[in-house]
């Protein structure tokens, strides 16, 4: 009589991986039936949107910088500039007390941050 054991083994996990483990159980006498978790699948979805919005974020600061250089400004600054994630206005100030970038999207739940 065989066990079963169930692994959690991501779909998109590598072959060499899946193999190794279908072999292993085989050789024991046991069945695979690999499956991806819930809480896999969603933790796998919202760090791919963190590193979405990150890259945004990091899209926006640069298109700041260019526009108005890196170095920190004698006057507040504030303007908007198209939002790279959305295409909607993005509003941002300048900090002339230590030139840290704030931003918002006027897209509700696109970007926001402080820095």
């Known amino acids: 009589m065989s066990r079963i054991h169930v692994y959690e083994i991501p779909d998109d996990c590598d072959m060499t991986l899946r193999d190794g483990a279908k072999a ?13 978790s819930t809480s896999l699948c ?5 760090n791919k949107e963190s590193d ?4 945004a974020i990091i899209k926006a600061c640069e298109d700041i910088h260019a526009k108005h250089g ?11 500039i198209v939002c790279p994630s959305c295409g909607f206005n993005l ?3 300048i900090s002339s007390y230590n030139g840290h970038i704030h931003g918002q999207c006027e897209r ?6 402080m820095q």
Do not use: F, V
């Open 24 to 36: 292993l159980t085989e050789e024991a006498g046991c069945e695979i039936q690999p499956r991806m």
């Open 42 to 46: 969603r933790w796998k979805e919202m």
């Open 52 to 55: 979405m919005m990150t890259e």
């Open 70 to 80: 890196k170095a920190k400004p004698e006057k507040d600054i504030n303007g908007t």
């Open 91 to 93: 509003h941002y100030s």
């Open 108 to 113: 509700h739940g696109c970007l926001c941050w």
